[in-house]
């Protein structure tokens, strides 16, 4: 699987954006971008996926530029409750192995009141 | 609320002792992963199983062993503890055996050694 960078940490004011910046240069064509969050010592929670094109649900945007080397997480409206580590993981839908998810270090985001 | 359930939330035992984490999926996956989250070796993939049937082996250790029951509950059996076991243990179900994106985690047990 890919290797992504992400920034250690970062502040959003509450009610802003907050754009969450992954690099992933060695991505392979069949790779996609995912992003997870984890809220202090709970449970990963998936937020988005994509391969090439950008995404929007209800939680969050994801960005991907067309040269597909990065990419952008946006939660729109940040809140309090968004604060979290955010991972970035690339990696295959399926390739018939048995690899599964591992997690790198992530972001930690910080909503400020 | 993910729909995962895990019990028990919190566990202190003792080295050399052999612990069992539960598992209860989301009504209707058949698919169960066992994750382990220590301070210093981030979130690691253990073992996978679908539909009673192991599915996927990750860093799971040979003193570590799993199983999944025909109600598609499963159990996590930690044996000869040491210290460092000490994590957090994630459990995540999905409906199918292999979408990366659809694994739903439980809010995880604290197991303590001391």
């Known amino acids: 699987d890919a290797k992504t960078t992400q920034p250690t940490s970062m502040d959003c004011a509450e009610g802003r954006a907050a754009n969450l910046p992954c690099n992933h240069s060695?991505?392979?064509?069949?790779?996609?971008v995912y992003w997870y969050r984890q809220i202090h010592s709970q449970g990963p929670q998936y937020i988005i996926h994509?391969?090439?094109n950008n995404e929007t649900n209800e939680m969050a945007s994801l960005i991907i530029t067309e040269d597909r080397k990065s990419s952008t997480l946006i939660l729109p409206h940040a809140t309090l409750r968004d604060t979290a580590v955010y991972y970035c993981?690339?990696?295959?839908?399926?390739?018939?192995?048995?690899?599964?998810?591992?997690f790198g270090s992530g972001t930690q985001l910080t909503v400020l009141p | 609320d993910s729909g995962v359930t895990q019990t028990p939330k919190h566990l202190i035992t003792a080295t050399g002792q052999r612990v069992t984490l539960r598992c209860s999926p989301r009504?209707?996956?058949?698919?169960v992963y066992w994750y382990q989250q220590s301070l210093d070796q981030g979130l690691q993939f253990l073992i996978q199983?679908?539909?009673?049937?192991?599915?996927a082996k990750g860093n799971i250790l040979e003193r570590f062993s799993a199983q999944q029951f025909p109600d598609l509950h499963s159990e996590l059996n930690l044996s000869s503890l040491e210290l460092g076991d000490s994590a957090l243990y994630f459990c995540?179900?999905?409906?199918?055996?292999?979408?990366?994106?659809?694994?739903?985690f439980g809010p995880g047990t604290r197991l303590t050694v001391t």
């Open positions: 995540a179900s999905s409906p199918r055996r292999s979408p990366f994106y659809e694994q739903y």
């Open positions: 060695t991505i392979s064509g069949n790779e996609y």
């Open positions: 994509g391969l090439k």
């Open positions: 993981i690339v990696r295959v839908e399926w390739d018939g192995s048995a690899r599964q998810l591992t």
């Open positions: 009504s209707g996956d058949l698919s």
């Open positions: 199983y679908y539909n009673g049937e192991e599915r």
